[in-house]
């Protein structure tokens, strides 16, 4: 099954509400790129006039996540995933509109081989870099990741 833009944002909004209606929606979605935004309004604001941190890093993780759940979905094998840690820098005041770019669409490649090939659980990070719409970086988040293949 092709996993779409659109379908993926139908899935947010039946299957993580909280960040749909904190504006999370996931923008590109390619073989090696996923790309989420989110904007600063009333629903995701923090009391310093911006986008609260935690609404942040559910589009960062969603721009890494969805990379995951595409590659899972195109394998003959089931997959269980897992966000196993995470860690994240903030580096300017996240107002306007966020984007989330994750890259690393390549290496989930490689490691989705990996656990084919032996047969146990592998542990990776994917990063995912924010930036605002004059194109500055506002955060860096790295989530650590696991996948295996279900029994």
Same mark, same amino acid.
Request: proline fraction near 1%; include cysteine; hydrophobic fraction near 45%.
């Given at each position: ?66 990379? #995951?759940?595409?590659?899972?979905? &195109? ?21 306007? $509109? ?11 490649? &490689?490691? #989705? ?6 047969? $146990? ?11 605002? &719409?004059?194109?500055? $970086?506002?955060?860096?988040? &790295?989530?650590?990741?696991? #996948?295996?293949?279900?029994?």
């Amino acid at each position: 099954m092709k996993l779409t833009v659109k379908q993926f944002n139908r899935f947010i909004l039946y299957k993580l509400p909280s960040a749909y209606l904190c504006g999370v929606r996931l923008l590109t979605l390619n073989d090696s790129t996923a790309v989420a935004k989110v904007k600063f309004k009333w629903i995701n604001q923090n009391p310093f006039k911006s986008i609260y941190f935690a609404v942040l890093a559910m589009a960062a993780e969603l721009s890494t996540g969805t990379l #995951i759940l595409k590659q899972t979905q &195109e394998n003959k094998h089931k997959f269980s995933t897992l966000v196993v840690g995470m860690n994240a820098q903030f580096l300017k005041k996240a107002v306007g $509109e966020i984007r989330f770019t994750c890259t690393g669409g390549d290496d989930i490649k &490689e490691h #989705i081989h990996t656990a084919i090939k032996t047969q $146990e659980g592998v542990a990776f990070t994917l990063e995912s870099i924010g930036v605002d &719409e004059s194109g500055d $970086e506002v955060a860096k988040f &790295e989530f650590y990741w696991s #996948i295996k293949i279900k029994a």
